[in-house]
């Protein structure tokens, strides 16, 4: 089954920066569609940013401008650079996979393989 270990979450002030990074146990994930999801305290989970297997990247318009998603595929390594932080961005991070196409980018019925998430805190 596939593995996917989140890291680099952590505590950080408001307009801070952390990058998350999601390490998969996948030998070859280039072909794979792969996402960040984020769950606050009695929230719905949200779709924050997605990468499909040429690189094209979609974001949810809250995190826009703000965080940039990347995956190095030698390194099977999923990434989410997440700058200006927000109070609002306060949430359990996952990241998903699922080979591609999938039905849609940042929801997460589109993705089968999930990670057991890291904690993201901003004050």
């Known amino acids: 089954d596939v593995q996917l270990v989140e890291s680099g979450g952590g505590s950080v002030q408001a307009g801070g920066s952390l990058r998350l990074s999601c390490a998969s146990s996948l030998v070859d994930d280039s072909g794979d569609c792969m996402a960040w999801f984020r769950q606050a305290p009695g929230k719905q989970r949200e779709g924050v940013g997605a990468?499909?297997?040429?690189?094209?990247?979609t974001y949810a318009d809250s995190v826009m401008g703000r965080f940039t998603i990347s995956k190095d595929d030698a390194k099977n390594t999923l990434y989410l650079q997440m700058n200006s932080l927000k109070l609002e961005d306060t949430a359990k991070y996952c990241c998903a996979a699922n080979w591609c196409p999938v039905v849609a980018e940042l929801m997460d019925y589109g993705y089968g393989h999930w990670g057991q998430g890291t904690q993201v805190t901003v004050s």
């Open positions: 990468i499909d297997s040429d690189g094209r990247t």
